[in-house]
């Protein structure tokens, strides 16, 4: 989902680390923070990025958004794993990308928490309260605002408060500056004792598109193997995660430097919603997170996903896939 969009789109850039010499690298939001990169985990450290062609070596991690456009934009293998928004918003300025694969197509590391003895107890109780949300326009809001419509609730009697991260949002809950903040895996695992769920966005919101592969059109046309190499790569290690979690977890414990049972909760979580996707792009799940979008006004007019999508470069037994 999520988070895959954790950040504002064109958040503050980073300063890019050189990768060794003949390395590959890759860029991918959140990575060693959220969920989105587990996939790249288990396919690096199980050799399937080599065995499909290309050998991997390291991450660009950011904080999201805008950001890890710009790292990719900067690196020599301009691929990323992206937030739809920030591949949307890239387009919108001009940068000649395209979206080659999906990412993610779940919300369900994401969620709404309160405090323990706190009176708020659905979504409807929030009227007249403040949420903290990481940042205005950002996925936390855009899912806040899809939930309350879901049920029903009025947005307008919500006020939103950015927090400028989620550490930031749970402060302001403790100190009693708002009613709910904003929260995600693995983190609402680690603190799961401090405080209680109001929503958790999967169990009510249908599966959409949270994050995405992008690349610019000059490196697809100049580099079509490797990019259908690092796309098959990351597909086998999508797979490989399904088949056996507990592998997974293990992997992602020294990669994303986790605690052992933290990490088998967190990958055990996103196993039934099937967050990770393979690479197939389905079109519902794509126009589920533009009308999102369209809720927090980041996107105003339509989108012509035909000038952006190109599934060729995905492995031929995806490509026909949803």
Not at 223 to 251: D, Q
């Amino acid at each position: 989902m999520f988070r895959t969009m954790l950040r504002a789109v064109l958040s503050a850039a980073v300063l890019l680390v050189a990768a060794p010499a003949g390395a590959v690298e890759i860029s991918v939001t959140q990575w060693g923070t959220s969920l989105y990169g587990a996939p790249y985990a288990v396919a690096m450290a199980e050799g399937l990025f080599k065995k499909a062609g290309v050998d991997i070596t390291s991450i660009i991690g950011s904080g999201g958004g805008g950001t890890t456009v710009r790292n990719l934009l900067a690196s020599e293998t301009p691929y990323g794993d992206v937030a739809i928004a920030a591949a949307l918003a890239a387009q919108r300025q001009g940068l000649d990308v395209i979206i080659v694969n999906t990412g993610t197509r779940s919300t369900a590391e994401a969620s709404l928490v309160t405090m323990p003895d706190s009176p708020i107890r659905s979504l409807k109780d929030l009227e007249g309260k403040k949420v903290a949300v990481t940042s205005p326009k950002g996925v936390s809001e855009m899912l806040l605002l899809m939930a309350l419509k879901q049920e029903g609730v009025d947005a307008t009697k919500v006020e939103r408060v950015a927090s400028g991260g989620y550490v930031n949002g749970l402060t302001m809950l403790e100190q009693g500056a708002v009613a709910a903040a904003a929260l995600i895996e693995p983190l609402s695992i680690i603190r799961a004792e401090k405080y209680r769920t109001v929503v958790s966005y999967g169990n009510l919101l249908p599966p959409m598109t949270t994050s995405v592969g992008i690349t610019t059109r000059a490196y697809a046309k100049s580099n079509p193997e490797r990019l259908r190499a690092i796309i098959a790569g990351r597909a086998a290690g999508v797979e490989a995660l399904y088949e056996n979690p507990a592998r997974a977890a293990e992997i992602l414990t020294k990669a994303f430097k986790l605690d052992p049972a933290v990490a088998q909760v967190a990958v055990a979580n996103m196993i039934g919603p099937r967050m990770w996707s393979t690479g197939a792009f389905d079109r519902t799940e794509l126009d589920r997170t533009v009308e999102g979008l369209r809720l927090i006004g980041e996107i105003t007019g339509p989108v012509d996903w035909s000038k952006l999508l190109d599934p060729s470069f995905l492995p031929p037994a995806v490509q026909g896939a949803k």
